[in-house]
């Protein structure tokens, strides 16, 4: 079994993500994680609710989620997103199942309702905040849809141990779920050919990172980088063995990435 | 096992619905219907794509869905509004799991990419239309859950046979579901204490329908309640033995309704 964990970038091409998981799930179980970063923000615009992005204090920018931003998330990841992979990947013959954390109480976490924010020079507290972080898995749902040949299909947002709905950071909680799972590989694509040293030249691609010193890899990292890097350090604290950071915009996705034509991390 | 099929009405009284599924459920299996058509409404204005309802010759009003709606139907119904009830049944200590008619193919629909509509004195014909009708479920998915202990919340698009996203009649597809299920009951609960003689006169109640002389109350159903009607006349086909129409915005809903409390057709 292995999870593969793709991003919410509008050029991913789910066709040759699709294609590549019909000929792959034949010889082995997968799981499906995304992201619907792109679409959530053009909703976001369009239901003037603008995604709010925070900077915590060691510099890492996540969504600052409140009632209305939850609703866009829901409609946009375990609705629109979710859905319309379900339909792609059952066009390719697998029988696929969209689950979001909620559903089961697949991915529980732990409300984190007060979050410290940088702004500028100041460090701000901010109230109300609906994330948490996901702890536990419902491995049991994952098993009895995969021994039936299901392909679960996996977003967040997650729900909380008051049963709380909240958005979660999905790196993170990918490296719970293979934990949990007890996967070895994970299979994480993107919209950049793998990790870059220098985010504007694609000839850059670093190969190759030995698992023990990711950290040093963090200078690398802008933006929603930095999170997969902390993903990808959470899963390796709890087992996985490899992770493979990939391009989600070409032929052959995963099979490339698997084949070594991106980013390798064990 | 029986199911509880709850209208997109705004005054349904969720908190109530999941307080009686909670009782219940300890006695016998549930499977959860819903609709979302008034918060469809809301973000499809919101949105500046206003929901399109059409008039079928007959004189069944259904709503019109282009590519278009067919995005906000899927955000509202299989995010927003089936995420929110799965996280308030969890709440009330059920194992809910939120599916759409997609997921696992579980409401397989044959595509009707042409529709007439009426307009005025004319029938016209409208083409792009992203409709189908239920014909096949995938129950050995719901007995997968229910047999687990997971109460399955369901509620429309349905998959096409060429695994197209496609709006339904959700009426018609648990009339479908519960033939295929070979559930004899169903409880179907609305903005109204049952079928009223007077639409605007609540006293009007209609206790008791002959199942058999269903078409002779069609002249007491407007809008909505004509599907219902329709559904109601698929199901006894199907093999439904009872359906009970009642009051989703009381206490204790569904208790009442099966202890007479509402319209029986039998």
Excluded at 54 to 62: E, F, K, L, N, Q
Aim: charged content about 25%; overall charge positive; proline content about 3%.
């Amino acid at each position: 079994m292995f999870i593969v964990k793709i991003g919410g970038g509008k050029n991913i091409n789910w066709d040759f993500v699709c294609e590549d998981i019909s000929s792959l799930n034949k010889k082995e179980k997968i799981v499906l994680v995304h992201g619907a970063s792109t679409k959530r923000d053009e909703f976001a615009q369009l239901l003037n609710r603008p995604t709010k992005v925070v900077i915590s204090p060691s510099g890492v920018s996540s969504v600052y989620t409140d009632k209305e931003a939850l609703e866009v998330f829901l409609m946009v990841y375990a609705g629109l997103t979710n859905k319309q992979i379900v339909a792609n990947l059952q066009n390719y013959g697998i029988n696929a199942i969209g689950l979001s954390g909620i559903d089961g109480a697949l991915w529980r976490a732990k409300a984190k309702k007060e979050i410290y924010v940088k702004e500028g020079d100041k460090i701000k507290l901010l109230k109300n905040n609906l994330t948490g972080r996901v702890e536990e898995i419902n491995t049991d749902l994952i098993n009895l849809l995969l021994n039936k040949d299901y392909l679960p299909v996996i977003c967040p947002p997650a729900i909380s141990y008051e049963n709380e709905i909240v958005n979660t950071d999905n790196d993170w909680a990918t490296a719970v779920m293979a934990g949990s799972l007890k996967v070895k590989e994970i299979v994480v694509l993107f919209e950049a050919p793998g990790l870059l040293r220098n985010v504007s030249d694609e000839k850059t691609l670093i190969e190759r990172i030995d698992k023990n010193k990711l950290d040093e890899y963090l200078v690398y990292c802008s933006g929603r980088m930095k999170k997969k890097l902390l993903g990808a350090k959470k899963a390796f604290e709890l087992g996985v063995k490899r992770i493979y950071w990939g391009d989600g915009r070409i032929k052959n996705p995963i099979i490339n990435v698997l084949s070594g034509k991106g980013t390798i991390i064990d």
